[in-house]
C-alpha cells in the first residue's frame, strides 16, 4: 500500500499502471490484487476519471486530436471499453468549455495551430503550408480539420 500510495501521489494512474509498478517493486500477485481492489474502492484508481484527467490535461496544455489521445491512453493501459465508452461523451465533445478549453475538434486544432505558430501568420509558401498541415495530423487531428484550421486561421489573420 505504501509503494501505491507514492507512485499516485504524482498524478493519477491506471489500473494497469499501478499493477505494473506493484509488480516491478516485487509484490505478490495476490497482494497486488487486494491493493488495487482497496485503492479502486476508496476511488483512488478508477480509469474513467484518469480518462477525464488526460483528456483536460491535452486540451490545456498540449491539444490532440482525438485518435491521438485515444492511442495515449492506450499506451496508458486504459481498456478499450472504457474508451469506447466516453468517446461520444468525454473525447470528441467534452464539457470543458466554461473552463476555457476547447470544447471541439476543430477547437482543438486551432489551439494547437496557435500554440505552434506563436504569434506569426501562416505563410504564403504552399511547401510550409503543408507542412503545418502535417504537424496538425502528427498531434492527430484527421487531415479535413488540419485543413479547416489552417483555413479559419488565415481568414481571421
Do not use: C, N
Amino acid at each position: 500500500m505504501e509503494v501505491a500510495a507514492r507512485y499516485l501521489g504524482a498524478r493519477p494512474r491506471t489500473r494497469w499502471e499501478l499493477e505494473r509498478r506493484l509488480r516491478r517493486a516485487g509484490v505478490e500477485d495476490a497482494v497486488v490484487e487486494r491493493t488495487v481492489e482497496r485503492l479502486a474502492k476508496l476511488g483512488y484508481v478508477d480509469d474513467r476519471a484518469f480518462v477525464r484527467w488526460w483528456a483536460e490535461q491535452r486540451d490545456r496544455h498540449s491539444p490532440r486530436g482525438r485518435r491521438m489521445v485515444e492511442a495515449e491512453l492506450r499506451q496508458h493501459g486504459v481498456p478499450r471499453d472504457v474508451i469506447e465508452e466516453l468517446r461520444g461523451s468525454q473525447l470528441a465533445e467534452p464539457a470543458l468549455d466554461h473552463h476555457g478549453l476547447p470544447a471541439s475538434e476543430d477547437e482543438r486544432a486551432l489551439a494547437a495551430l496557435d500554440r505552434h505558430l506563436r504569434g506569426r501568420p501562416i505563410p504564403e509558401d504552399r511547401k510550409a503550408v503543408e507542412r503545418i498541415g502535417m504537424y496538425l495530423v502528427r498531434r492527430g487531428f484527421d487531415p479535413e480539420t488540419a485543413r479547416r484550421a489552417i483555413r479559419t486561421r488565415r481568414e481571421t489573420a
